[in-house]
């Protein structure tokens, strides 16, 4: 198999997203558009979407369950590890629920129930939470990340400051007229320094460096 790194849950966790948000979608339309004639597909499709969604969630929970026991943590990665997996398995167990529901219902009624709709969406929900929590580990917890990208030593054409927004980039251009060899260095080296009476001023949320450092 080919090596993925950290592993292959991140491919597969964006398709139950997509199909149950699709599956939404489509049963919401058959319900409000029923007189149309095309509400009848809009209902198949939802149907085939709602089974992607429990198929890929279920191949999806399969490789989080090899993530969660083989991924580098400490106890906070851990904690939101396993926050992330009940999630999940809240997830598919809904997704499951509401295939039995929208399968048995499917011969009593032409169009889904307000009932199965709410529940849906409760679904859809789960699945949008867990998709955070996952984004979470990654993006607030760094798990999985083998690297990060040296800003400094970089060869990167422009400057991250006024340019890309209204609101300056930390760590981006600052003035520093006293200083003119002030650098991106000294600004990493100012992470949690006591603030400091300066002449010049920071950028947004950037705290003043420490002069006495240098």
């Avoid at 369950?65 to 590890?81: I, P, Q, T």
């Avoid at 199965?116 to 993006?139: D, K, P, R, S």
């Avoid at 990340?145 to 930390?170: C, F, K, R, W, Y």
């Amino acid at each position: 198999m080919i090596e993925i790194i950290p592993n292959w849950h991140p491919i597969f966790v964006h398709f139950p997203i997509a199909f149950a948000t699709a599956s939404v979608f489509f049963f919401v339309a058959a319900k409000l558009f029923r007189r149309k004639k095309w509400a009848v597909q809009c209902l198949l499709v939802g149907r085939w979407m709602l089974w992607g969604a429990v198929i890929f969630a279920g191949i999806a929970a399969i490789f989080g369950w090899f993530a969660y026991n083989s991924v580098a943590h400490d106890e906070a990665g851990h904690l939101a590890m396993t926050l992330h997996r009940n999630w999940a398995l809240s997830v598919l167990v809904s997704l499951l629920l509401l295939v039995v529901i929208e399968t048995r219902s499917r011969r009593s009624a032409a169009t889904p129930s307000y009932a199965f709709l709410v529940l849906m969406v409760t679904a859809w929900l789960l699945v949008i939470g867990t998709a955070w929590h996952g984004g979470e580990l990654v993006y607030r917890h760094g798990l999985g990340v083998m690297s990060l990208p040296d800003a400094e030593g970089s060869d990167h054409p422009h400057e991250h400051g006024t340019d890309h927004g209204e609101i300056p980039v930390q760590g981006g251009d600052i003035s520093h007229e006293d200083d003119p060899v002030y650098s991106r260095a000294d600004a990493a080296n100012t992470v949690n320094t006591p603030p400091s009476k300066t002449d010049h001023t920071h950028g947004f949320e950037t705290p003043p460096h420490d002069r006495a450092a240098r």
